[in-house]
């Protein structure tokens, strides 16, 4: 891919309205980005052309406004000065199995050794409040895996996530994915660990240069995760937790998913418990995953033997109460957050924590401007 292809590509993928089911749409359609980026004009996120009102009543909302080539230009150029590269979607290097997800991203921003994303992987993933045990056992298994010549995916956070890279380049590699831009270390006192993946295994990151990495982020970089990988493993998880959504969104793509046993009168272990009492594999080390990671992802949602969990295969049930009632409010148009405030009779600060808990489940995306729009609707 030439310069300029990968500048429209980039400039596509940086739209705001445009996420990756969008992309693909427009991809499909047009042939080229920049064929895509030439009919933006016309079109409006809610579909069709922009302006007014559609046949079924609902508002079309403000045409796609892509950034200014020179913006982008300069983004490519810092990532270059980095060390780094862009991927894109449908290049040759673009991990495999990411490519498989209707939610692929289209861009993504490495830095490191990115021939490491065409090899098998394995993601590690837990508490960032993990206990001793479970970042000794974090790290352990990682270790085991990379020795095993698996590339061990976490996201760099507190606790489990550290603990697993940190195991995994003891004896191999590992790949850590962020949720802010590649020069923003999250959390900080990653820095270091971050330079060190850079230099001897591989950084990844889906949003541009300078994003801070906040809440909204976070589901995005954990579907990115489960996406490389053929397995997750779980270890110390909460009942409502990121960590969940991650095995969640993993089993949904055909993966296998593992859970490492913790006390029942721990509550960062409940999770994970229950990923185990819904059929996840037991797992004590690391031949425990190596034993029952398959050679390739099964089709999307089947759920065969003893693959982890079955309720998770199936369409999220609603949610009860004041977050069935507000997620009734979110459609397929992005809406403004304190519209939904105004509506659903809330105070604000109630609204944002259960939309904080609709989108770790998935159920919705936080989009910028203060809007949200319902997840897998884009």
């Known amino acids: 891919m030439n310069d300029e292809a990968a500048l429209s590509r980039l400039r596509l993928a940086r739209t705001e309205g445009v996420g990756p089911l969008t992309f693909r749409r427009l991809m499909e359609r047009h042939g080229t ?5 030439e009919a933006l004009p016309g079109l409006a996120p809610g579909g069709g ?7 079924g009543g609902g508002w079309r909302g403000a045409p796609f406004r892509p950034p200014p080539p020179a913006a982008i230009r300069r983004e490519m150029e810092e990532v270059a000065a980095m060390g780094g590269r862009f991927l894109f979607l449908d290049d040759p290097d673009y991990p495999p199995l990411l490519a498989l997800l209707e939610s692929a ?3 993504l921003a490495c830095i490191g050794e990115t021939s490491l994303l065409g090899l098998p ?16 056992m974090a790290a352990d298994l990682a270790e085991g895996l990379a020795a095993a010549g698996l590339v061990v995916t976490s996201g760099l956070a507190r606790g489990v996530d550290g603990a697993a890279h940190l195991g995994a380049l003891r004896a191999g590699a590992t790949i850590a994915v962020i949720p802010g831009g590649l020069d923003r270390a999250y959390p900080p006192e990653h820095a270091e660990l971050q330079g060190l993946i850079a230099e001897r295994g591989l950084v990844v990151a889906e949003a541009p240069l ?7 982020h976070f589901p995005r970089r954990n579907r990115i995760i489960a996406g490389l990988s053929l397995g997750v493993v779980v270890v110390e998880a909460a009942l409502r937790s990121g960590t969940l959504m991650t095995a969640r969104l993993a089993l949904e793509a055909g993966r296998e998913v593992f859970a490492v046993p913790g006390s029942p009168l721990d509550p960062r272990c409940a999770g994970s418990n229950d990923l185990l009492r819904q059929g996840a594999h037991l797992t004590e080390r690391a031949e425990d995953v190596l034993e029952n990671l398959p050679a390739a992802p099964r089709p999307m949602g089947a759920v065969t033997g003893r693959a982890a969990p079955v309720e998770a295969a199936l369409p999220l049930a609603p949610p009860p109460g004041e977050a069935g009632q507000l997620l009734d409010l979110i459609g397929p148009s992005p809406v403004v957050v304190d519209e939904l405030v105004r509506r659903c009779h809330l105070s604000a600060a109630a609204v944002q924590a259960i939309l904080l808990d609709l989108e770790l489940e998935g159920r919705i995306e936080t989009l910028p401007g203060n809007r949200v729009i319902r997840s897998g609707l884009r």
Do not use: F, K, M
């Not at 980005?33 to 980026?37: D, F, P, T, W």
């Not at 052309?49 to 046949?55: I, L, N």
């Not at 300078?210 to 909204?216: C, K, S, V, W």
């Open 121 to 136: 992987q394995v993601a590690l993933v837990g508490a960032r409040n993990a206990s001793a045990l479970g970042r000794r």
């Open 105 to 107: 991203p289209p861009a």
């Open 33 to 37: 980005a920049e064929a895509a980026l």
């Open 49 to 55: 052309h922009a302006g007014g009102h559609h046949a």
């Open 210 to 216: 300078g994003t801070a990495p906040i809440a909204r």
